[in-house]
């Protein structure tokens, strides 16, 4: 068989860095369901018109059908796509089982999404996402787009001491946007949200070109689309400077006053971390009131790791409509810098932390119930794959990282030993009573070399 090509856009982790990539996750996940965030999972694929009705990333989705179609696939003959993001799923789900669900419904979801756009650093076609949400029935309360963000700044504040840098998380609100652009007069509101969304990628030439012969503003409308754009920072000084433009709105004065509100909020209880930047705008057209998008301080050009926002009728069956607010954590994003900037590393590359010896084949039965007696007690271990010399069996534990080796009593009544074989201490032990160091039962993740 010819050596396979790796497929771009579709990453596998060694075992050490999927080590790294899981205490992302179990970490994520611990904070999230100490905020009350049940997990829940949904299917992989959805109806294309479903995941075509939501914005541009529609265009990026892939189709799912068999090789071989037969009849029964005439039964249902709706085209399915793989779902580019956890929001659209979680809304079907909240429709079809609202009779199950208690709202406000808090949710978290860790699962793989798939888009088909151009891979590159941080930019995958398989990826995968840790988000919540809280939906409502008919209403849902301004304090939960506060909740979320803190939420999420408090996820990812829980591995700085892993090796993660700041982070700062930049929030707007639609409401904000949407009245100014209205009271300035511009006709096409959404069409000029999803441009000044691309500021940073076109910058403001750029911006400013499409605003006028694309959108169709005036030039002056056009500037003051910019000048809003650049306004940032803490809640009295955004305030003051939007104020300062002079544009009069009920819409904006509301989302100004949120805007503030969520700001002032989270810098008493994570301090330096949630600034308001008026720039953010979200490119998918169901977001109505706050929008967050988060970066890593000092890897800006990776992007926004952590985004999404306020939506009111992204789920309605007709008779009731589910407003919610989340946010998404790019876990393979985030992971890929962690990993290629040494940010984090695994203490050691498998699980196992003891190595049972084996001094010859005919023994080996000795060995294999000195591993069972240590995993009856929960300590991960293995038998060595060969009855090697010692020193080769203690550099096959070596090359791996795990730090002790176990060698059986050589006869029946004997006395076991176990080896660390970073000190080169070697003691008796019994395989009922001994253990290891709480450090090294399970593999651990610690600042990498190039961690601040």
């Not at 996750?25 to 009350?36: A, Q």
């Not at 829940?40 to 018109?49: G, S």
């Not at 003959?77 to 406000?104: C, I, K, M, S």
């Not at 008779?319 to 984090?344: D, E």
Request: a negative charge; one cysteine or more.
């Amino acid at each position: 068989m010819a050596r396979p090509t790796p497929l771009s856009g579709f990453p596998e982790r060694l075992p050490q860095d999927r080590i790294v990539e899981e205490h992302i996750v179990n970490t994520v996940r611990r904070v999230f369901e100490l905020h009350g965030y049940a997990g829940i999972e949904t299917r992989a694929v959805e109806p294309l018109e479903q995941l075509a009705a939501k914005g541009e990333t529609s265009k990026e989705v892939y189709l799912l059908r068999r090789l071989h179609a037969d009849e029964s696939d005439r039964a249902d003959d709706r085209t399915l796509g793989l779902h580019f993001d956890l929001t659209v799923p979680f809304a079907r789900y909240v429709l079809e089982n609202a009779g199950h669900l208690q709202f406000p419904f808090k949710r978290h979801q860790i699962q793989k999404a798939w888009r088909g756009e151009r891979p590159q650093e941080g930019r995958y076609r398989e990826f995968l996402q840790a988000d919540i949400d809280v939906v409502g029935a008919e209403e849902l309360p301004f304090h939960y787009e506060v909740e979320a963000v803190l939420v999420a700044a408090h996820a990812l504040q829980a591995l700085r001491a892993d090796g993660l840098p700041p982070v700062r998380i930049g929030v707007n609100n639609r409401k904000v946007s949407q009245g100014f652009y209205e009271g300035l007069g511009i006709e096409d509101v959404e069409g000029t949200l999803r441009t000044i969304d691309k500021l940073d990628k076109i910058g403001a030439d750029g911006v400013r070109s499409v605003l006028v012969e694309q959108i169709g503003t005036t030039v002056e409308q056009a500037e003051a689309a910019l000048a809003l754009a650049q306004i940032s920072g803490t809640g009295a000084h955004v305030q003051a400077r939007v104020e300062e433009l002079g544009i009069q709105h009920p819409q904006l004065a509301e989302g100004l006053a949120e805007l503030r509100a969520l700001v002032d909020a989270a810098e008493a209880e994570v301090p330096g971390v949630v600034r308001a930047d008026l720039k953010i705008a979200r490119g998918l057209d169901y977001y109505t009131g706050t929008v967050y998008e988060t970066v890593l301080v000092g890897h800006e050009d990776l992007g926004s790791i952590c985004s999404g926002g306020r939506y009111d009728s992204l789920a309605s069956d007709g008779k009731r409509t589910y407003p919610g607010v989340g946010l998404s954590i790019g876990i393979s994003r985030l992971t890929s810098r962690v990993l290629s900037a040494g940010l984090m590393q695994a203490t050691r590359q498998v699980p196992t932390a003891v190595l049972v010896a084996v001094s010859d084949e005919q023994q080996r039965h000795r060995s294999n119930a000195e591993a069972a007696a240590l995993r009856a007690r929960g300590i991960p271990c293995e038998v060595a794959p060969t009855a090697a010399k010692f020193g080769r069996q203690i550099r096959y534990a070596d090359r791996r990282g795990i730090p002790f080796v176990w060698f059986p009593a050589a006869t029946s009544g004997g006395q076991a030993e176990v080896k660390d074989i970073r000190s080169g201490d070697q003691v008796a032990a019994d395989a009922s009573v001994w253990e290891p160091s709480a450090a090294d039962w399970w593999p651990r993740v610690l600042p990498g070399p190039a961690a601040g």
